[in-house]
């Protein structure tokens, strides 16, 4: 394969260089300011870590390396030399041919990022051919080799996969493979791993880690865990309403922050809710088995009890059964084998047998508010609805008492016009959260609902919900692949993989060794506060 850039990448020479960088968004009918003066320098062969919470600017800044502003963004003061190339003065021809080719890009999504239509080799390849950087032949042989780099399994043949034939973890390496395919000089990675278990999140960072070093390719890395940036960067640039609050070596930036602010971005990680034992159980999951498609089987005699007034934390790796037990709970997919039964009364196994009233006391709260909000609808409809279909509210008691759920959930009323689009992340959230507690319901599922946050927001979800179970008295199902949420929110702890509960039982029992095999892997995989972390793990399991 030719080689993209004009020549051998020598390392620690200067690569990119933004200066006084200035970017505006549009909304509400006026310019806001979202990056405010950043300068960032990196170098070939290095790492760069952008952290902070939602709407400091990172993925923007990100964006913006690569002489792009996304839709409804504008660059309006600064240079970005790549390379020695000013990219905000050459014409939008030359931008493009440097994307893709010399600058890469990873998305958050890898399932939203690739065409459903097409084959991933056809994906990976892509680029590398439109460019003339390499033939059909040459770029396929090189996929492979890449697939072979980041640990894909079966290297020579998951390229004729279709995206959804892979897990997300393999898909997100599959995507780097598609940025690699024509040895960018340059990537940015904007919040990888934030959707991925930790078990595959451990395997996605170490073969994203390993390719960039062998490449010697210069990186940005967006996100908002400070563990997880710890494993990946040289330097880390805390950045906060779009301005720089401090920037160091990494490990200089653990050892010693010097802004209160950077010890904020790992808050949920200290949040831990004193547990407390069952007195009366709401929910009863009997030796339940189900499956798709009525043979491949997702869900294999799982027993779990839901207390009232507690929280049970279901954890485990991507394609243990989670979802698929929150979707047998609500009805959506009934089971093959097995009862439930709710506050003392048999639940129906389909959703269309179960009574208005049984609906009304078991919701659930999505892992996307963007996929789970109608982009059509304000922020006063989407809470209208389940006031207006459960309880018959209308006129002045239903306006009145979505005043108090917006109240409920710390938003102002003055958002209830606004559609979801309007919203950050954590509003959405909450918005979710209202629409849920607008049933009054007994039992609450919570579906991976703070994964996709910022640290800082997720506190603030965690907080609000313990603070509502403690008001209201609900139950909560809460369903994630974070060993901080869990000791954030849990009283009990249920440990499943591959369909089948592992271990199950309070908080400090589980969490405290020794630990069966599966919970001792999930245990050890959180990333931890040490730039040598990652290192460690990897060389413990022999990766």
Sequence with gaps: MKNSGPGPREKGKDLLQIRNLH????????????????????????VLGLIGESGAGKSTIGLAAMGYAKPGCRITQGSILFDGIDLLAVSETVRRRLRGSRIAYVAQSAAASFNPAHRLLEQTVETAVAHGIASREE????AVDLYRRLQL???????FRYPHQVSGGQLQRAMTAMAMACRPDLIVFDEPTTALDVTTQVEVLASIRNIVEEFNTAAIYVTHDLAVVAQMAHRIMVLRDGLTVEEAETRQMLAAPAQEYTKTLWAVRKLAKPEVAAEEYLLTIDHVTAAYARTVKVLQDVCIKVPRER???VVGESGSGKSTLARVVTGLLPSLSGSISFAGQPLSKSLKMRPKE???????IYQTPDNALNPRQTVEDIIARPLEFYLGFSGAQRDRRIGEL???VEMSEAYLDRLPAEL??????????????????????CDEITSALDQIVQEEILKLLMRLQKDFGMSYLFITHDIATVRAIADEIVVMHQGKVVE????????????????????????????????TLLARRKI
Aim: overall charge negative; some cysteine.
């Design 153 to 159: 399994p079966d290297p020579e043949t998951i390229g």
């Design 358 to 364: 049984v609906l009304r006391r078991i919701q659930m």
């Design 424 to 445: 950050s992340g954590g509003q959405k959230q909450r918005v979710c959260i209202a629409r849920a507690l607008a049933a009054d319901p007994d039992l609450i599922i």
């Design 23 to 46: 970017v505006e968004g549009f909304s509400d009918e006026r310019w806001h300011p979202i990056v405010r003066g950043i300068d960032l320098t990196l170098k070939r062969g290095e």
């Design 311 to 313: 929280t049970v934390a």
């Design 406 to 408: 917006m109240h409920m």
């Design 139 to 142: 770029a396929n042989r090189s």
């Design 504 to 535: 199950q039982g309070m908080k400090s029992e589980v969490l405290t060794p020794p630990h069966p095999a599966y919970t001792e892997r999930l245990l050890s995989s959180v990333p931890e506060m040490d730039p040598d972390w990652l290192t």
